[in-house]
């Protein structure tokens, strides 16, 4: 059975650094790719940054230079480092895995159907 589990959301205050991490089992960790995707109160869930088992990445334009989305596979885990939070990333956070290597060179497009999805993990940044 294959589980993708988040932690590490909470409430921060622009400005603030959270680290989301997301562990997963039941899959072959290292020849997955991983993401993050988020959806905030009446949006539609949208990509925050993908890598692959090769460690390229692929961020929104709305995170690039503020989150970075890295591996440890002795661990299987994803993480998720956001600093420079603001209002606007307030959402729930969703991790997911997919093992379709071959078409990798689309992931994060908006109709990739992905293997995995966690249950997601709340994040809310507010004074």
């Known amino acids: 059975q294959v589980q993708l589990v988040e932690s590490g959301g909470g409430l921060v205050q622009p400005g603030g650094s959270l680290r989301l991490s997301c562990v997963a089992s039941?899959?072959?960790?290292?020849?997955?790719?991983m993401g993050w995707y988020r959806q905030a109160p009446g949006k539609q869930r949208e990509l925050v940054a993908t890598i692959t088992s090769g460690s390229i990445t692929n961020y929104a334009d709305s995170v690039k230079g503020r989150f970075t989305i890295s591996l440890d596979n002795a661990k299987n885990t994803v993480y998720l480092q956001m600093n420079g939070l603001k209002p606007e990333d307030t959402a729930v956070y969703y991790c997911n895995a997919d093992g379709n290597g071959s078409r990798w060179h689309l992931l994060g497009s908006p109709s990739y159907k992905y293997d995995y999805w966690g249950q997601g993990t709340q994040v809310t940044v507010s004074s």
């Open positions: 039941g899959i072959i960790f290292n020849v997955y790719a």
